[in-house]
């Protein structure tokens, strides 16, 4: 049974940082890349940002690149986001998400609310 369970959001102020952690099974974890999307209200999901399938290569959103970073461990089956220098329009449901890179397969976990807020 595939699994991905985020943790690690919460209320953070502005200015402060969050680390947020996905822990996975049911599948070969290092034959996927991972990656955080996030969704505010009334909005379009975002892709954050994505790691590869052995955490030699990262990709980010402009609007977090600096303050965000992707990073994975293949031995723990885990995947993190360290979120710095927190903005207000950060606020969104943070969601794991694994792409197979090789056969396609998606799957997705069940969010974790992020709120920057003073």
């Known amino acids: 049974q595939v699994q991905l369970v985020e943790s690690g959001g919460g209320l953070v102020q502005p200015g402060g940082s969050l680390r947020l952690s996905c822990v996975v099974s049911?599948?070969?974890?290092?034959?996927?890349?991972m990656n955080w999307y996030r969704q505010a209200p009334g909005t379009e999901r975002e892709l954050v940002a994505t790691?590869?399938?052995?955490?030699?290569?990262?990709r980010y959103a402009d609007s977090v690149k600096g303050r965000f970073t992707i990073s994975r461990d293949n031995q723990m089956n885990m995947v993190y986001l360290q979120m710095d220098s927190l903005k207000p329009e950060d606020t969104a449901v943070y969601y794991c998400n694994a792409l197979s890179v090789l056969s396609g397969d998606n799957y997705w976990g069940q969010g974790t609310q992020v709120t920057v807020s003073s």
């Open positions: 049911g599948f070969t974890f290092n034959y996927y890349g």
């Open positions: 790691i590869n399938n052995i955490g030699t290569s990262t």
